[in-house]
C-alpha cells in the first residue's frame, strides 16, 4: 500500500520512510552546516576522531545512535567539492569512492591529514599520494579538479540536480522501489475519482471483502453471492466479472468501449 502509484502503491509514505529521511536531512545539517547544534555535536562525540570514522556505543544519546544509524545510507551521497581543501583526506568523501581510509594500504591508522596537506601549489603532491594510496586510487585523485582556493568547500547532495539536499529527493533514495508495471497507470489517472480509483486497485490485489477472502477470519459467514439469480460462491472474479449484474454491466457499457469479454481475469479485462 506505501509505495507510489505507478509501482502499485495507493501514492501513502511510510512512516518509518519519513522518520529516516528526517534523520538524512540531520545528519547532512550536521556534517554541512555552520551552525550551532552541529558544532555541539561535534564537540561533544567527534573530538578523537572523525565523523564519519565514528561507531555506535552503549552510553551514547538517543539522537546520536540515530544519527550514525542513518549514517551508512546518507554519507556516501555527500560529495565535497574541493577549494580550500580544509576537509578531511582519509574521511571525507570527495573523489565519489567514499572514505579514502578504506583504501589505506597498511595497517597503521591514517592519522589526521587535510586534504590541503597534499596539495602542492594548485596541483596534486602525487609522491605523497603515491606513498600512501594503492595506485588505482591515486589514478581517481589525479582526476579530482582544485577549485579556487578561497572559497570554502562545498558539500554536494549526489541525489538532487542542484546539490541541495532536499526530503524529496532524500526519500526517493533511501525507499524501497519496486518496478513500475502499466496496468497502475490505467487506474489513478486525472478523472477517475479516488474512491473507484481505490476500490479497483483493492479488486486487482484481492483486498475486498469477498467470501473467499474472509473465509478465514468469518468461517460463519455466507458463501453464496447475492448478485444472481441462481447464487453461487462469492469471489472477486464472480461479482465483478462473471456474475449476473456484472455480466450486465460489462455486456452494456464494455460493447460501447470496445472491451473484449474473453478476458475472465480483472487485470486483464481493465488493460483491455
Ligand atoms: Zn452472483
Redesign the pocket.
Known amino acids: 500500500m506505501c509505495y507510489p502509484q505507478n509501482e502499485g502503491g495507493t501514492g501513502f509514505k511510510r512512516v518509518e520512510d519519513i522518520c529516516r529521511v528526517f534523520a538524512a536531512k540531520r545528519w547532512w545539517r550536521m556534517r554541512t552546516g555552520d551552525n550551532l547544534w552541529s558544532q555541539l555535536m561535534m564537540a561533544k562525540y567527534c573530538q578523537r576522531g572523525h565523523v564519519v570514522a565514528r561507531k555506535v556505543q552503549g552510553n551514547h544519546s538517543f539522537i546520536w545512535k540515530e544519527l550514525l544509524r542513518i549514517k551508512a545510507e546518507s554519507e556516501p551521497h555527500i560529495l565535497w567539492k574541493i577549494n580550500e581543501a580544509q576537509i578531511s583526506f582519509w574521511w571525507d568523501n570527495w573523489t565519489g569512492i567514499g572514505p579514502l581510509a578504506l583504501y589505506h594500504h597498511t595497517d597503521n591508522n591514517p592519522g589526521n591529514l587535510n586534504v590541503a596537506d597534499i596539495i602542492d601549489g594548485d596541483k596534486w603532491d602525487m609522491e605523497y599520494i603515491n606513498n600512501l594510496l594503492p595506485p588505482d586510487i591515486c589514478h581517481i585523485i589525479q582526476r579530482v579538479e582544485i577549485g579556487s582556493r578561497n572559497k570554502k568547500d562545498q558539500p554536494i547532495w549526489t541525489h538532487n540536480s542542484s546539490g541541495e539536499f532536499t526530503c524529496a529527493s532524500a526519500y526517493q533514495s533511501l525507499r524501497k522501489k519496486i518496478p513500475e508495471i502499466p496496468i497502475w497507470k490505467c487506474i489513478w489517472k486525472n478523472g477517475i475519482p479516488f474512491k473507484m480509483a481505490f476500490i479497483i486497485w483493492r479488486a486487482i490485489k484481492k483486498k475486498l471483502p469477498m467470501y473467499d477472502r474472509i473465509k478465514k477470519y468469518a468461517r460463519s459467514a455466507d458463501p453464496?453471492?447475492?448478485?444472481?439469480d441462481h447464487?453461487?460462491e462469492?469471489t472477486i472474479c464472480?461479482?465483478l466479472i462473471?456474475?449476473?449484474?456484472?455480466s450486465k454491466g460489462w455486456n452494456y457499457f464494455g460493447n460501447y468501449m470496445g472491451v473484449s469479454m474473453q478476458n475472465q481475469n480483472i487485470q486483464a479485462r481493465i488493460l483491455n
Open positions: 453464496m453471492c447475492i448478485c444472481c447464487p453461487e462469492e464472480h461479482v462473471n456474475g449476473d449484474m456484472a
